[in-house]
């Protein structure tokens, strides 16, 4: 069983910073690509950052330049470093696994339970 837990939301002023972190755990036996997703009040989820096993990475147009999305190979973890935070960045921050578990020849989608980051003076 794959379980990612977050870390790192709150509450932040305007032009302030946050940093978010997963981490994986459970028999994992390779992994795709990992990322964040946000849902912010009334709106679909969407992709905020991603990084793929390769290194590669992709970041929605509204955050680049100031979302850097980071990996700790050895733990299983990764970051998204949020700077210059605005009003609209206010939302839920789902990260997100795309993994292989031991045992199994299935790639599957993990996600975290959440965590709320609101920008507001």
């Known amino acids: 069983q794959v379980q990612l837990v977050e870390s790192g939301g709150g509450l932040v002023q305007p032009g302030g910073s946050l940093r978010l972190s997963c981490a994986a755990s459970g028999s994992i036996f390779s992994i795709n690509a990992m990322g964040w997703h946000r849902q912010a009040p009334g709106k679909t989820r969407e992709l905020v950052a991603s990084?793929?096993?390769?290194?590669?990475?992709n970041y929605v147009g509204s955050v680049k330049g100031r979302f850097t999305i980071s990996r700790d190979n050895a733990n299983n973890t990764w970051n998204l470093q949020m700077n210059s935070l605005k009003a609209e960045d206010t939302a839920v921050y789902y990260c997100?696994?795309?993994?292989?578990?031991?045992?199994?020849?299935?790639?599957?989608?993990?996600w975290g339970q959440g965590t709320q980051v609101t920008v507001s003076s």
């Open positions: 997100h696994l795309r993994a292989l578990p031991s045992g199994s020849y299935l790639w599957k989608d993990y």
């Open positions: 990084l793929t096993v390769g290194g590669s990475t």
